[in-house]
Structures are given as structure tokens and as C-alpha cells.
């Protein structure tokens, strides 16, 4: 059975960090390129950060220099380190793999394996 399953995710103060993780079965995870997305209320799902089988990674603007990917091939598993957390981070956050990495990788249609999501909320 194929399948993404997010953990990690729940409530932190602003400055805070968090670390997520999204573990996946059924595929051939090593030779997939993976990424993270997420999506707050009324907002579309945006691609935040993305990894390559080899280990080359990506980053939308909005959390460049704050968050890290990476992936443990031999784990199957791919994580997102958080830090300095803000307001803006509220999401629920979504691991997605592709076979190859899409041209526009940050948009939700070149993905065609998901997780469940987990929820992320930063107070003030």
C-alpha cells in the first residue's frame, strides 16, 4: 500500500521550532523526488521546500534560511526542520513525492502521491 504519513506537526510560540516528519511505504522512496507543502485557511497549497533523490534541495522564499529539509533514503523518511517560527507558519503541513521533479515544483499538480497533512500553529 502505498502511503505518506506526516508527524510532528502541533503548537509552538513564535521563534519557536518544530520538526516534522513524513515516513513512506509502498514506493520506491530513494529514487523520488520529495517535497513539503502546506495550506492555511482560504489559501492555496504552496510548495515550501523541496529535496532531490541525491539530496539537492529547494526552498520557497518564505522559509529560506529558517527551515531545512532533508531525507533518510535508508529510512524511507523525510523530515522539515523548523526554527524561528512565525504567525504566518499556521498550516497544516503535506509531504508529497513525485517520480521526477516537477518543472514548477512548488505547485500541488506535479505530485502525485500525499500524506494526510499534519497541523502547525504558531501563537504570538
Known amino acids: 500500500q502505498v502511503q505518506l504519513v506526516e508527524s510532528g506537526g502541533g503548537s509552538v510560540q513564535a521563534g519557536g521550532s518544530l520538526r516534522l516528519s513524513c515516513v513512506a511505504s509502498?514506493?520506491?522512496?530513494?529514487?523520488?523526488?520529495m517535497a513539503w507543502f502546506r495550506q492555511a485557511p482560504g489559501l492555496e497549497r504552496e510548495g515550501i521546500a523541496g529535496i532531490e533523490h541525491g539530496g539537492i534541495t529547494r526552498y520557497a522564499e518564505s522559509v529560506a534560511g529558517r527551515f531545512t529539509i532533508s531525507r533518510d533514503n535508508a529510512a524511507n523518511t523525510l523530515y522539515l526542520q523548523m526554527h524561528s517560527l512565525k504567525v504566518e507558519d499556521t498550516a497544516i503541513y503535506y509531504c508529497?513525492?513525485?517520480?521526477?521533479?516537477?518543472?514548477?515544483?512548488?505547485?500541488?499538480?506535479?505530485?502525485?502521491?500525499w500524506g494526510q497533512g499534519t497541523q502547525v500553529t504558531v501563537s504570538s
Open positions: 508529497a513525492a513525485a517520480r521526477f521533479r516537477p518543472l514548477w515544483w512548488t505547485g500541488a499538480q506535479g505530485y502525485n502521491l
Open positions: 509502498g514506493y520506491s522512496f530513494s529514487t523520488h523526488f
